[in-house]
Structure formats: structure tokens, C-alpha cells
């Protein structure tokens, strides 16, 4: 006879579980826990709380491209130092931001052919023994022939570098990078007063450059359904237009576009260059208000804004410096009592209109009768 084989007792399941921390085997209390203890969860807690935090200060790019960093930047080259903009505060910074605002509201409806709207020195950059600074004080918006025909002339007031606070280790070289000139500018700002800058300006990439970006994951070189669009990718003169209908092109979507900054007429701009400067040159007070008066009774006659053509010289100058003396104010008397003239004659003769009955006598009388039927 075969003896039956013994019954084999089965094993019994390990239910321990790996410690994620201290690798040590425990019991769970739960199929969910990953730490034998109190002090390994915690543990565990704060190890993945620093990785979320590192996750989140990812460093952001610095928009190089930004419209007002290349305005800084084209300066800077201009005058061969970044000193220019030394000891400037966030509080002017956004005043130079939002005077580059008002200089593009006025260019994008300027019918002249190349006079668009510049940022002038009152004390010039080049051709004197200081060099004019980049700041609030020293910088009028002011019609691109007038500025070019001042050149470097210079009637008073401004800010400037003497030259015995001129540091070479400021100097902008041939062979520096934007990137690099850029880091050096904010060096000589000072980044505490850069940071509170941004905080408000919250500077972004160009809307070229933006496009760009979008468009590079896009593109594929080995297409060729994407040579036409290519071509303008790879132009540097490319304006932002067509890169954006290269954009909708490729992806089959219109791009949405932010409203219009609103028609700035060149009177526009200059009243409000002169309600900024009034603040560095009180004696221009009688000049503004002479300008605020011009305005008001130009678009209360004739619906639109005073032209400034044959007198646009005369208050560019006084910006740029000229004190307002008796000789001034009586030249301003004459153009105020010109101005009021000619806006008075062009007033629409109100007495002229045509008073256009639609309803003939027998028409009304039988209306008449209809309302007093419908009544009863």
C-alpha cells in the first residue's frame, strides 16, 4: 500500500509593508499608510513639500523683446553708458513707461511721412561737455522734424552725467550683447529698484516675439506644406502682422487682438507733456493753461482737436527750455487770440437749419381724429 502524501501546512502572507523613509518593516494600520511612524510621515511631508516649492521658483525668462526694454536698450547704445538712467526710481521708470504709451498712441495715426513722435533730450546726449540722461526730467515728447532740426542745441535745465561722475565701468561696448547690456543697466539702477518696477509694469515678451514662440514648436522643416510659411519665420525684417497670419494660417484660428490705444491727436500729446513737466518747471502753468483753452474751444466749434502745424515750434522750444518771460507770454497772448478766432469762424450757423414738416395740415387733422376715437 502507498501511504497518502502528509498535508503541507500553507504559508501565511506577509502583510508588513517598506517604510518610504527609514526602509524598516512595519505593520500598516491601513492599506494606504507608507511610514511605520509619526515622525516618518512627517518626514516624508516636508521632503515632498520642498520639491513642490523648488517646482514653483522655476526662474522666468527676461523679456528682452519687450517695446520698452529695447527703448532703454537703444538709448543706452545711443549714449555709449548706462549711466544715463543711474539713480533713477521705479516711480520715473513708469513715468518714461507710460510716456513711450502716449508716443505710441500719437504715432499710430500720424499722417506725416517719417515726423513721428520722439523722445527728445532737453539737455542732448552728444555735442556738449555733460551727457544728457535718459530720465523723466530730461525727455520731452516732442514731432521727429522739430527734434532733428534742434540737433544738440541747448536752452537750459535737464539732467545730465558731469564728466567727473562718469564711470567706465558703465560703458556700453561694441561687442556687448542686449542680454548683456541689459544686466549691466540694472546693475546701475539697482535691483531693488528694478524689481519694484516690474512688480507694477509686469514687463512681457514683444507680440513678435510671442508669435515666434508659438510658431517654432509648430513649424516643421521637413514639410513641405510649411516652406511658404518658413520663409517668413526665418526673415528677421518679418513684422509682427505677418507672422501672426502665418499663426492663424497654420493653426486654422483667428489670433484675438486687444482694442486700439485710442486716437492721441499731436495737440493730445503735447498738453499732456506739458501737465507732466509742469511738475520740474512750475513757470509753465500760464502755457498749459493757455493750451487747455486753445483745445476746449477748438472741439466745442468745430468737433475736433486745434492743429499745431505753424506753431508746433513755439511750445516744442519752451519745453526744451526757454524760460517764459514777458516777451514769451505776449507771443502766447497772440497765438491764444488767433486760435479763438479761427475756431469761432469755423462755428456751424445754427440759424440756417431746415425745419421739415413730414405731415401735411390734412394729414395731421385726420390723425387727430384717429387719437380721439381710439380715446373714447
Known amino acids: 500500500m502507498t501511504k497518502a502524501a502528509p498535508a503541507t501546512t500553507p504559508k501565511k502572507k506577509d502583510l508588513r509593508k ?19 511612524s509619526d515622525d516618518c510621515k512627517r518626514a516624508r511631508r516636508n521632503k515632498s513639500g520642498r520639491a513642490v516649492s523648488r517646482k514653483k521658483r522655476k526662474p522666468k525668462q527676461f523679456p528682452i523683446s519687450n517695446i520698452f526694454v529695447q527703448l532703454l536698450l537703444r538709448h ?8 544715463i538712467v543711474q539713480y533713477i526710481t521705479a516711480e520715473e521708470l513708469l513715468e518714461l513707461r507710460e510716456m513711450q504709451k502716449m508716443q505710441l498712441a500719437t ?9 513721428d513722435y520722439h523722445f527728445c533730450h532737453v539737455y542732448p546726449v552728444h555735442g556738449m561737455s555733460h551727457i544728457g540722461k535718459f530720465t523723466p526730467r530730461n525727455l520731452v515728447l516732442g514731432n521727429g522734424t522739430l527734434n532733428r532740426q534742434h540737433a544738440n542745441r541747448y536752452f537750459g535745465g535737464g539732467d545730465f552725467i558731469s564728466p ?28 531693488q529698484e528694478w524689481d519694484a518696477f516690474d512688480k507694477v509694469a509686469k514687463l512681457q515678451p514683444s507680440t513678435k516675439q510671442s508669435y515666434i514662440d508659438l510658431l ?37 484660428k483667428k489670433v484675438f487682438l486687444l482694442g486700439s490705444r485710442g486716437y492721441k491727436s499731436p495737440m493730445d500729446l503735447v498738453i499732456s507733456e506739458y501737465r507732466r513737466v509742469v511738475k520740474y ?3 509753465l502753468a500760464p502755457v498749459l493753461k493757455a493750451l487747455e483753452q486753445i483745445e ?63 405731415f401735411s395740415p390734412e394729414e395731421i387733422e385726420a390723425r387727430r381724429q384717429r387719437m380721439s376715437q381710439l380715446a373714447a
Open 18 to 36: 517598506t517604510c518610504s523613509v527609514c526602509r524598516a518593516k512595519f505593520l500598516p494600520a491601513n492599506r494606504k499608510s507608507l511610514t511605520c
Open 76 to 83: 543706452a547704445k545711443q549714449a555709449g553708458t548706462v549711466q
Open 107 to 115: 504715432n499710430c495715426y500720424s499722417v506725416r511721412d517719417f515726423a
Open 164 to 191: 567727473a561722475h562718469k564711470t567706465n565701468r558703465f560703458d556700453v561696448q561694441s561687442w556687448m550683447s542686449d542680454a548683456e547690456i541689459i544686466k549691466l543697466m540694472i546693475e546701475c539702477i539697482g535691483q
Open 216 to 252: 517654432t514648436p509648430l513649424l516643421d522643416r521637413n514639410n513641405p506644406a510649411h516652406r511658404q510659411y518658413l520663409k517668413v519665420f526665418d526673415e528677421p525684417r518679418s513684422t509682427a502682422n505677418e507672422l501672426r497670419a502665418v499663426l492663424e494660417s497654420v493653426t486654422d
Open 281 to 283: 518747471r512750475p513757470d
Open 296 to 358: 476746449q474751444t477748438a472741439r466745442y466749434f468745430t468737433f475736433d482737436s486745434f492743429g499745431l502745424d505753424h506753431v508746433e515750434g513755439f511750445f516744442f522750444d519752451i519745453l526744451h527750455g526757454i524760460e517764459v518771460t514777458d516777451a514769451v507770454l505776449a507771443e502766447l497772448a497772440d497765438i491764444v487770440v488767433e486760435a479763438l478766432t479761427t475756431s469761432t469762424a469755423k462755428m456751424k450757423n445754427f440759424d440756417k437749419v431746415d425745419v421739415y414738416d413730414p
